[in-house]
């Protein structure tokens, strides 16, 4: 398996302007989670997903976040209109959750999309 | 709330000297804990868990790391410390039982080892 592929790797981009990032999950996996990291705060959960719907999108900071999964395979983070402020290294996670608590929350990161607005 | 704290931004340790990167935690509930290790420009990678059963937990690369109920501590060793350990280091915590919760991190612990 590939891993959890994230693309793009870097966003450069203006302030004002629309950022889209794309998440592809491992295969199987079923919880799905998007991830911020700034050296200010650390790393923050934006949003998670399990069976494609969204559970807790409590860390989203502003309504110009959001977040979909339209299915198993894919989720984007989108952020309009971006802002300086928004910089940070975004990455997404996914991991299999079932019943045996023995095989839950083992977490597989992407090599994360580092964003840049100017 | 849950929360987890590593109170030390960063540890520096000489190869083949023992490691320890430290976090306690805070649950209302009984927890579950995991270390994650972070490489430049990668992102975070499973190194161990604690769910139930002994303390002491193995995980990946040598490491291991005990559980103390009492003092609330899941503090990460090594007996002998490698030039390729250094790393970013997450602890990060779960209330167990709470399936919908989430895994909070905590701020990360730069382990440098000197040759």
Known sequence: DAGVIQSPRHEVTEMGQEVTLRCKPISGHNSLFWYRQTMMRGLELLIYFNNNVPIDDSGMPEDRFSAKMPNASFSTLKIQPSEPRDSAVYFCASSLKTRTVATNEKLFFGSGTQLSVL | ?115
Not at chain 2, 86 to 105: P, T
């Open chain 2, 1 to 115: 709330a849950q929360s987890v704290a590593q109170p030390e931004d960063q540890v520096n340790v000489a190869e083949g000297n023992p490691l320890t990167v430290k976090c306690t935690y805070s649950v209302s509930g009984n927890p579950y804990l995991f270390w994650y290790v972070q490489y430049p420009n990668r992102g975070l990678q499973f190194l161990l868990k604690y769910i139930t059963g002994d303390n002491l937990v193995k995980g990946s690369y040598g490491f291991e790391a005990e559980f103390n109920k009492s003092q609330t501590s899941f503090h990460l060793k090594k007996p002998s410390a490698l030039v390729s350990d250094s790393a970013l280091y997450f602890c990060a915590v779960r209330e167990a039982g709470n399936q919908g919760g989430k895994l909070i991190f905590g701020q990360g612990t730069e382990l440098s080892v000197k040759p």
